[in-house]
């Protein structure tokens, strides 16, 4: 069993790669070319936050996805979808807050934010 | 009367003289008087407790007596342990009874040994209750040397151990100010050394070491396991055997459930250790051999995470199995044996990729292991029974369109190949051709490099099969004319060949294949007058240029290469020149400024390396033929017309360029090689650089120039100065010393510097050379070089040259790639920038504070590079005195300045924030201010401050918060990404 503290609501949990750092393009090092923000740029913001539960990041944990993340920059709209690793889980609410908050504190005002649980993955998705 | 008065204040000052005079004067005692003083001191035990601390500092005293009588030293340390509650004292005093514990234990071993157990036992007595850390650190090592001198513990095993183990885990930390300067780590490695110094603590501190690995304490865990890993050196099975399975149990579940990567990392190699320890043990038959034992445990608990490559405990149980493992050969043998027909089993049993990779790598992980005891045995070897089914799952990762699993595929294939005798021939062929397809043919870069690399290492092993297999196959890649394939696929593969060529060059053998291949390749691109055929040139070099690089440390392939290539490249750019110069508009790719600084590496790799002899040599060749036109050593030497760079004409121009051939030879000579009719070299370089129009030419002119006075011997005229102008200059004479002839030809440099910088058509070249002789000397710390430095220095407030002056410190400072470093042997003091630094930022800030408006700039900017070059430690500590001028060049409108400046507070933030927290109010203006700037990388640099500002106490920040996170607001919608992300880190710290 765990050493310490309460036991975990899911011990041994599937994990997924970490996609590493984007790489720099000889186009974003232009001073003169403007780079929209994209799907990336947001999923880069919220994938290496931590779970509440686990040493381990939203990424590694497929709490998030990049294909999960969209992002309009003309519209000023960003809507991102995130996946409790176990249907139960306790920490839904958390973790959409951690994602909301981080969004808040690093996107220009004039995004609106959507950030949901995956349609049919959570018991309690109206949270 | 004093040692008889009744007031025991009065005999302990009595006491504290006599002692007093005894520490200064113990050495000279006859046996007889130490005699006397030993009994009377002893006696002195029993008097008031005001008087014991000089009683014991004059025992110290006799402790150190070289004429002690035998019996005496036992008798002193009796009355102490008898008399003296030696924990009721003050730190000194215990510190006292210590020494002279250990002033005896060195001395008179025998006698104390004589004691028996007595003696342990009164020194647990007197160390029992110890809370000093000064004192526990003498306590510690007198413990050690009980243990490690034999002495009789006798029934006392369990009580010295308690009597030590209450400390452990060490929980100090010492006060700020601690003038004793003693760390905690100083008392963890005492204690340590301690409880790991004898196997008869085993069974006391197992328990304990365990009971604090379950601890929640991270640094107990690390304690106990680092303790636990020097344990094992010198335990047998005898003390390990009973605790084996709660170890493992704690080991375990550290690396399962860890959330720290240090404590896994001590984990794993408490584990190692544990695994070694049984290993080395020696068997007996009739015992139960607890390595196989212990591993089978180990095998049990890990070995199914392994067939979930997707959940989270396959890498934990790996890394435990790959750790026991890595121990010795037979541990090896028994965790592969089992784990290895897992592995490919699961690998043929996952079809995603992306758990295959996982599988493979842990299989890569084993197969290092095996790496490491080297040839695989013929008879045990479970390696080689699963020689077929590992090959075919490797080549199956090569063939697959993951990259990521390619990548693995190619690191197991380099690994499997260094394991001698257990690819068969037939498999050896199969290698190479997937090297050669992935190298060539896989799309992904990543890929195609790795199978490179892969060939490179594996080539020195398998030689013939690489040059037998490899080389031709990529000959006639490069050869083969372009068909129906777009020409930009074929320039590509075109690329692949030159560099696959290039890193299977690590075998002599091969480099005599490969080279011949590059250089007739070289050929072909320079005939061909594509528009591309510049850019193709240099790609043959830059391969030229990396099998130079593999060739240096082989003196024969080093040899090879230099002759064969050296004189090809000669050949091919005097033909080019001689031509251009009798039909001129020709333009020809070979003489692009560019294709020749891309030969410039070449040559000098071929060249530093080589032995002095050698080098002698080649020199007596390649200067007559820039000086004489001596075109007989190059391999095709029928030219139109001569070849004579430093002579005067138009239609030389071509030729002139070349000098920067000569200077990547001449300059990367060992610095004991003469040079053949140096003078007159030197006079040309000079003359060269100072009247060329050509700026390309002038430039490497002056730079070889430069390499050459700085390796230039300096004989016994170092030490005088020059005078600074004009002298009539002798011719030079036969009998000059090295020294003078340096002297001379500085002389005649500046003779022609000064006077170009005033006025004519050359004034840019004139401050080139100044630069590049100033760089040379500055180097080798010439006292020329502080006057040139100052010739430099008023350039700064000239409003033509002042700006080209300014980026010249950058030269000054930075490393040069092709002359003037270390690597082409040139004389480079290693203290050079500190000493710059000393001399000239005085200079240059009172420079500016007396410029005027329109040249401050250049003083900044010439401080900027200065400061830029500094390592980072000396700038932390110099920069406070410069600090007023840096936050008034935060407002200079130049943006080297800019960046250069912000560069150098960003490292200031975060090691001085206590001075920088003084200026708090400029720099949150400034930097914010600097987040708008039109260029990027000045913006990315201001939010780097603006995020170090951080490190200031909070005290400081807090009145600017709100403005600073409302004024961060607007780079994150920046329009470049780059400057974005340093705005959310920065905004999401304030």
């Known amino acids: 069993g765990p050493g310490g503290g309460a ?121 | 009367f004093c040692l008889e008065n009744t007031d025991p204040r009065m005999r302990g000052r009595g006491m504290q003289l006599l002692s007093q005079v005894l520490l200064q004067c113990y050495y000279l005692l006859q046996e007889k008087e130490v005699l006397h003083l030993v009994l009377f ?8 407790h005001l008087v014991i601390p000089s009683v014991l500092q004059g025992l110290r005293a006799l402790s150190m007596c070289e004429v002690l009588s035998p019996g005496l030293a036992v008798s002193v340390l009796k009355a102490i342990f008898q008399e003296v509650h030696v924990q009721s004292l003050l730190q000194l005093d215990r510190h006292t009874v210590y020494s002279i514990i250990t002033n005896f234990m060195g ?173 080395r043990s020696v068997l007996s038959s009739d015992t139960e051999d607890l390595l196989y034992s212990f591993l089978s445990s180990i095998l049990q608990d890990c070995r199914h995470h392994l067939c979930e490559p997707d959940m989270k405990l396959v ?73 077929a089914p590992i090959c075919s799952v490797v080549f199956s990762a090569l063939t697959d369109p993951s990259v990521q699993l390619q990548l693995v595929g190619i690191r197991a294939l380099t690994v499997l190949g260094s394991l001698q005798g257990f690819l068969s021939p037939s498999d050896l062929e199969l290698v190479v051709d997937h090297l050669i397809r992935l190298a060539l043919c896989e799309e992904d870069s990543q890929s195609s490099e790795a199978a490179m690399e892969a060939a490179g290492s594996l080539a020195p092993i398998y030689p013939k099969v690489f040059s037998g297999r490899m080389v031709p196959r990529l000959e006639e890649e490069l050869q083969s004319e372009p068909e ?55 790609s043959v070099c830059q391969s030229l240029h990396r099998v130079a690089l593999q060739c240096q440390q082989d003196a024969e392939s080093c040899w090879y290469y230099h002759q064969t290539v050296v004189p090809s490249l000669l050949a091919m750019a005097v033909q080019a020149a001689v031509q251009e110069s009798t039909h001129p508009p020709l333009g020809k790719a070979l003489l692009q400024e560019e294709v020749l600084a891309a030969m410039v590496p070449v040559i000098s790799a071929a060249t530093t390396h080589l032995s002095p002899e050698l080098a002698a040599q080649s020199v007596s060749h390649v200067v007559p033929l820039f000086l004489n036109g001596e075109v007989s050593f190059l391999p095709q030497n029928s030219f139109s017309c001569s070849f004579q760079p430093f002579q005067d004409g138009e239609c030389l121009e071509a030729q002139r360029r070349l000098v920067a051939l000569l200077m990547a030879f001449v300059c990367s000579l060992p610095r004991n090689v003469a040079i053949p009719q140096q003078e007159w070299l030197l006079r040309e370089l000079l003359a060269l650089s100072c009247s060329c129009n050509c700026s390309f030419t002038a430039t490497t002119a002056a730079k070889c120039f430069a390499g050459l006075v700085n390796k230039h011997p300096a004989g016994k005229g170092l030490g005088r100065s020059l005078p600074t102008t004009g002298s009539a200059v002798a011719q030079p004479v036969p009998s000059m010393s090295p020294g003078q002839q340096l002297d001379e030809i500085l002389q005649l440099a500046v003779n022609r510097i000064e006077p170009g910088l005033v006025e004519g058509p050359h004034r840019t070249q004139a401050l080139t050379l100044l630069l590049w002789v100033t760089k040379a000397l500055v180097l080798r710390y010439h006292p020329l070089s502080s006057h040139l430095t100052d010739k430099l220095l008023g350039l700064l407030s000239d409003t033509e040259l002042g700006p080209a002056a300014a980026d010249g410190f950058s030269l000054l400072m930075a490393e040069s790639p092709d002359v003037l470093h270390k690597g ?144 961060l607001a607007k780079p994150l919608d920046d329009k470049k990404r780059l400057v974005r992300k340093e705005a959310v880190a920065a905004r999401g710290e304030w």
């Open chain 1, 7 to 127: 036991p975990l609501e899911n011990a041994n949990p599937l994990i997924y790669r970490r996609s590493g750092e984007r790489p720099v393009t000889a186009r974003e090092e232009d001073d003169e070319l403007p780079d929209i923000i994209d799907d990336r740029e947001i999923f880069d913001l919220i994938r290496s936050i931590n779970d509440p539960e686990h040493p381990l990041t939203l990424e590694e944990l497929n709490v998030v996805e990049q294909v999960r993340v969209k992002v309009n920059d003309a519209e000023s709209t960003v809507a991102v979808e995130f996946t409790p690793t176990i249907p139960h889980c306790s920490m839904a609410t958390l973790i959409g807050l951690s994602i909301k908050v981080k969004l808040i504190r690093s996107l220009p005002e004039r995004f609106k934010l959507d950030v949901h649980i995956t349609p049919g993955t959570h018991v309690s998705e109206h949270a």
């Open chain 2, 41 to 48: 001191y002893e006696n002195r035990l029993q008097d008031h």
């Open chain 2, 107 to 279: 001395t008179r071993e025998e006698e104390l040994k004589g004691l028996g157990a007595d003696f342990t036992f009164g020194f647990i007595q007197v160390m029992d209750g110890e809370k000093d850390p000064r004192n526990l650190l003498v306590a510690f090592q007198i413990v050690r040397d009980l243990i490690a001198k034999n002495y009789a513990l006798g029934p006392f095993v369990e009580e010295l151990f308690e009597v030590t183990s209450c400390y452990f885990p060490i929980d100090f930390t010492p006060p700020p100010n601690d003038p004793h300067g003693i760390q905690r780590e100083d008392l963890i490695l005492s204690l340590r050394a301690v409880l790991a110094s004898t196997p008869q603590f085993a069974e006391f501190l197992l328990p304990l070491l365990i009971e604090k690995m379950d601890s929640d304490l991270q640094s107990a865990k690390l304690d106990a396991l680092q303790t636990l890993t020097a344990c094992c050196a010198i335990y047998g099975q005898k003390e390990l055997q009973e605790f084996l399975p709660s170890l493992w149990s704690s080991l375990r579940r550290e690396v399962f459930q860890t959330a720290s990567e240090k404590v896994e990392a001590e984990s794993l190699a408490a584990l190692h250790a544990l695994s070694a320890c049984l290993s």
């Open chain 2, 315 to 387: 890498w934990p149980s790996a890394k435990l199995l790959q750790a026991a493992a890595g121990a010795s050969l037979r541990a090896c043998h028994h965790i592969t044996s089992s784990v290895l027909p897992l592995l490919l089993e699961q690998y043929n049993k996952h079809p995603q990729s992306s758990q295959r990779r996982t599988i493979l790598e842990m299989l890569l992980g084993f197969l290092e292991l095996q790496q490491k005891w080297g040839h695989v045995e013929e008879e045990e070897s479970t390696l080689l029974s699963l020689q």
């Open chain 2, 484 to 538: 129906e394939e777009s020409s930009r696929d074929r320039c590509s593969l075109r690329q692949r060949c030159l560099q696959a060529l290039a890193a299977v060059s690590t075998h002599t053998s091969i480099v005599r294949e490969t080279v011949p291949v590059l250089l007739q390749h070289l050929r072909k691109v320079q005939k061909e007058s594509e528009a591309g055929s510049a850019q193709d040139i240099i």
């Open chain 2, 824 to 967: 082409c042997h040139a004389d480079v003091r290693i203290m050079f920038r500190q000493r710059f630094f000393t001399d000239n930022v005085p200079k240059l800030v009172q420079g500016f504070h007396g410029a005027g408006p329109d040249v401050k700039a250049n003083y900044l900017k010439g401080l900027s590079h200065v400061l830029n070059h500094l390592p980072k430690p000396v700038l932390v500590t110099e920069l406070p005195t410069l600090l007023s001028l840096l936050l008034e060049a935060l407002s200079c409108s130049d943006r080297v300045v800019q960046l250069s400046t912000l560069s150098c507070l960003q490292p200031l933030l975060l090691e001085a924030p206590q001075i920088m927290s003084l200026h708090v109010d400029t720099l949150v203006t400034k930097f914010l201010s600097l987040t708008s700037s039109p260029t990027m990388a000045v913006r990315i640099a201001a939010l780097r401050c603006a995020h170090a500002l951080t490190s200031l106490p909070t005290i400081v920040l807090l009145p600017y918060k709100a403005r600073v996170i409302r004024a």
